[in-house]
T-cell receptor, first 118, second 112 residues
Framework: KAGVTQTPRYLIKTRGQQVTLSCSPI?????VSWYQQTPGQGLQFLFE???????NKGNFPGRFSGRQFSNSRSEMNVSTLELGDSALYLC?????????????????FGNGTRLTVT | GESVGLHLPTLSVQEGDNSIINCAYS??????FIWYKQESGKGPQFIID?????DKRQGQRVTVLLNKTVKHLSLQIAATQPGDSAVYFC???????????FGQGTTLQVKP
């Protein structure tokens, strides 16, 4: 079974631009979560989608948005990029979603998109 | 506020020895815990998880121990191998929230 796939692997953007990252979950998984990873802040939760609905949101500004399609694939968008948005963006999928008891339905991560803002 | 902390940022062990990575959590309502391993250039890889109604769970060469009294979680790796070198993260999920809260990570270095 293929794992979580994220594209692209690397991105370089300049301040003020916007960017869209893509994630394909494991087949059959309906929940997709997004995390930002930086050396200083570690792994920070962005949002979670389940059946095309945003179920939970982290403490990030409105410049960060996402959506999920009917095939469970998800995209994340960051508008008006800032230098501080440089990070590894990780997508993770699970069978039932982390809002429920996740025993035997853990989060599986992709290898991330490395975004550099100059 | 919620936090998941790791006691040591770096752990260095000899190949073949057992490793113990510790984690403290602050939310007594957390009902699910999970350990991940992250190698350079990759995303976190699931190792093992445990629910709050258990105090021990074993996998292949790994054991997770949960002590709810002191809000402590540990990951034990038996017969540590060079391939175990990575950053290890613990994470907790509290109740019905949809997010995992991750610790800062412990780097495990395995010396040959």
């Amino acid at each position: 079974k293929a794992g979580v796939t994220q594209t692209p692997r690397y991105l370089i953007k300049t301040r003020g631009q916007q960017v869209t990252l893509s994630c394909s979950p494991i087949s059959g998984h309906r929940s997709v979560s997004w995390y930002q990873q930086t050396p200083g802040q570690g792994l920070q939760f962005l949002f979670e989608y389940f059946s095309e609905t945003q179920r939970n949101k982290g403490n990030f500004p409105g410049r960060f948005s996402g959506r999920q399609f009917s095939n469970s694939r998800s995209e994340m968008n960051v508008s008006t990029l800032e230098l501080g948005d440089s990070a590894l963006y990780l997508c993770a999928s699970s069978l039932r979603g982390t809002g429920y008891t996740s025993y035997n339905s853990p989060l599986h991560f992709g290898n991330g998109t490395r975004l550099t803002v100059t | 506020g919620e936090s998941v902390g790791l006691h040591l940022p770096t752990l260095s062990v000899q190949e073949g020895d057992n490793s113990i990575i510790n984690c403290a959590y602050s939310n007594s309502a957390s009902d699910y815990f999970i350990w991940y391993k992250q190698e350079s250039g990759k995303g976190p890889q699931f190792i093992i998880d445990i629910r709050s109604n258990m105090d021990k769970r074993q996998g292949q060469r790994v054991t997770v121990l949960l002590n709810k009294t002191v809000k402590h979680l540990s990951l034990q790796i038996a017969a540590t191998q060079p391939g175990d070198s990575a950053v290890y993260f613990c994470a907790e999920k509290g109740g019905n929230t949809g997010k995992l809260i991750f610790g800062q990570g412990t780097t495990l270095q395995v010396k040959p």
